[in-house]
């Protein structure tokens, strides 16, 4: 044969045949793949319809205070209506028994075990630690346990009797935090009941934990519902809380490791400045 | 290409057949482009496994836009690629002709292919990978030079061009083997 004349005729009659042997050992393991993936999807599919039906099912009241009671970290950044700066930031601990807060560029650590109340300035400014004022302490032992100031009424219970729980279906309002359920509290305050109030819930489906709450205000029955303010909820875990602590006051050995810190400190210690 | 769309349809759902009809269409083709390319029987033959395993795998997510036989020949192609990547195997210029030493001059090679198609694998191993792709996907695997170009990343005129030259060069090669 002569290659050169008839080399493509040659390359397309080119046919290499697989071995029987070849043959079952790709389609075996082709079959195993097709079954893996096919159980694969089945499982996929299963647990997308459970997220669905989880997600399809409506958001109860008490299912937020449920879940809000589960939860041990919070980080809460308010906002004034219609502002794009936050008016504060604030870091909740249960486990750790702390509350932080920022305005502006001073941070303020609530050591409510140890009863102390450190402020820092940033950027690079000293820490100034004194006792927590009997009226802060309370106030803050009461955020960090429970519902984290999340919801209206520490306790489900004492809300008023003609208080509504209804579900907000508008799409726009839905798309300010994709994927949440949207909800709205609304009650008046006894006895005259001229004062409308209305929390809105940004609630993710699955965790049934807000992620946006928005805080209305109507005076009488005519007027419109004015946003006052809103808070964006994230949940943080314990070693962020942590290390956020650690970047602002110092570390801990430094903050709570010195003797004249532990415990209620003496009148003559408070207000002792400290360099971090 | 009708047929190939239903078996799809049915090997979506699960149907083994489906598997099987499309493997026994389409392994003898995907095998001579494999072996072609790699010159290696034992690795064309991993190639042509790994080929149909990851379709089998993958297939629930195939959006097949053109035809199966071109998916399945660039599923081969691409394999090659990485075999070619992780063995560093080399590609071989003209100038090192007769300093050629392929693995698989063995037994296994001698008894799938005839001299005259023995010679002639020989002879397209000796052509740069670029060259060697462009003839063997034209030739034997049926795509066109534009479906070549945009595998290659590269523009049809040049395709066309590594088709002219790989060809000039693999009559060189035969002819110097036919004078031997």
Avoid at chain 1, 63 to 87: D, H, R, W
Avoid at chain 1, 124 to 142: C, D, R
Avoid at chain 2, 100 to 112: C, L, R, V
Wanted: a positive charge; proline letters at 4%; glycine letters at 6%.
């Amino acid at each position: 044969m002569n290659h050169t004349d008839h080399i493509e005729r040659a390359i397309r009659e080119l046919r290499v045949t697989t071995t029987a042997e070849t043959d079952k050992r790709v389609l075996d393991d082709a079959f195993a793949a097709l079954e893996e993936a096919a159980v694969a999807a089945v499982i996929l599919i299963a647990f997308a319809l459970f997220l669905k039906v989880l997600a399809a099912k409506p958001v109860s009241l008490s299912q937020i205070y449920g879940a809000l009671e589960k939860v041990s970290n919070v980080s809460i950044v308010t906002f004034a209506a219609g502002k794009q700066e936050p008016v504060q930031m604030e870091w909740l601990s249960q486990t750790l028994k702390i509350s932080v807060f920022q305005i502006g560029e001073q941070f303020v650590l609530l050591d409510i075990a140890n009863k102390l109340q450190e402020t820092a300035s940033l950027p690079g400014g000293s820490v100034q630690t004194i006792p927590i004022p009997e009226n802060v302490l309370a106030t803050a032992k009461k955020k960090i346990t429970g519902t984290f100031g999340l919801v209206p009424f520490s306790d489900i219970n004492d809300m008023p009797r003609a208080a509504r729980w209804s579900n907000v279906s508008d799409r726009k309002v839905a798309a300010i935090v994709p994927g949440s359920k949207v909800y709205d509290l609304i009650w008046t305050t006894p006895p005259l009941n001229v004062e409308f109030h209305k929390w809105r819930y940004f609630v993710d489906g699955r965790t049934k934990l807000p992620k946006r709450v928005e805080v209305y205000l109507k005076e009488g029955f005519e007027s419109d519902y004015t946003l006052c303010t809103y808070e964006v909820v994230t949940y943080p875990t314990e070693a962020e809380i942590k290390t956020l602590v650690r970047n602002i006051f110092g570390p801990d050995e430094d903050r709570l490791g010195e003797p004249e810190y532990m415990g209620t400190p003496e009148p003559s210690r408070a207000g002792t400045p400290r360099k971090k | 290409m009708v047929e190939d769309k239903r078996l799809v349809w049915e090997l979506k759902r699960g149907d083994k057949e489906a598997l099987r009809r499309i493997y026994e269409k389409y392994k003898d083709n995907l095998l001579t482009v494999a072996t072609s390319l790699l010159h290696d029987s034992f690795a064309a033959e991993d190639v042509l496994h790994d080929v149909f395993v990851s379709f089998a795998a993958s297939v629930g997510r195939l959006q097949l836009r053109g035809s199966l036989k071109s998916y399945l020949i660039i599923s081969a192609v691409n394999l090659v690629r990485d075999k070619f990547r992780r063995k560093k195997l080399r590609m071989v210029g003209l100038e090192q002709v007769g300093q050629i030493s392929s693995n698989s001059d063995g037994p296994e090679q001698s008894a799938i292919f005839s001299e005259q198609s023995r010679l002639l694998t020989a002879g397209l191993a000796k052509l740069p990978l670029e060259q060697r792709e462009v003839i063997i996907l034209h030739l034997s695997g049926g795509m066109k030079f534009k479906q070549i170009a945009n595998l290659q990343g590269t523009s049809i005129s040049t395709v066309q061009g590594r088709y002219r030259y790989g060809l000039s060069k693999l009559r060189t090669i035969l002819n110097g083997e036919m004078k031997k």
